[in-house]
Nanobody
Framework: QVRLVESGGGLVQPGGSLNLTCAAS????????LRWFRQVPGKQRELIAK?????LIDVAVKGRFTVSRDNARNMVFLQIDSLEPKDTAVYYC?????????WGKGTLVTVSS
């Protein structure tokens, strides 16, 4: 059982950067794999990146995204650089393991001048 809360979204100009945070509460955070997704209204939810409990990283949307985790603080981060209008979406974090599968409510990123 974990609860996830995303933060760090907002309005940013093209070319800017954001660091999104997903804060978790609960037990055994260090045993969960963590994933970042994003979703545009009317479109399928898209996997951005994942980081396993052992720290192995796989980035699905390559080039401008960096995922990391801080187990001591029960947090996972997504750094987004060189933001483009097409990056506008709700960004979600997800924790997964054999114990369960948990989602945050998302944080909205809007890229516009």
């Amino acid at each position: 059982q974990v609860r996830l809360v995303e933060s760090g979204g907002g309005l940013v100009q093209p070319g800017g950067s954001l660091n999104l945070t997903c804060a978790a509460s609960g037990s055994n955070f260090d045993t969960y794999g963590l994933r970042w997704f994003r979703q545009v209204p009317g479109k399928q939810r898209e996997l951005i990146a994942k980081i396993t409990s052992s720290g192995l990283i796989d980035v699905a949307v390559k080039g401008r995204f960096t995922v990391s985790r801080d187990n001591a603080r029960n947090m996972v981060f997504l750094q987004i650089d060189s933001l483009e209008p097409k990056d506008t979406a709700v960004y979600y974090c997800n924790a997964y393991s054999l114990r369960g599968d948990y989602w945050g409510k998302g944080t909205l990123v809007t890229v516009s001048s």
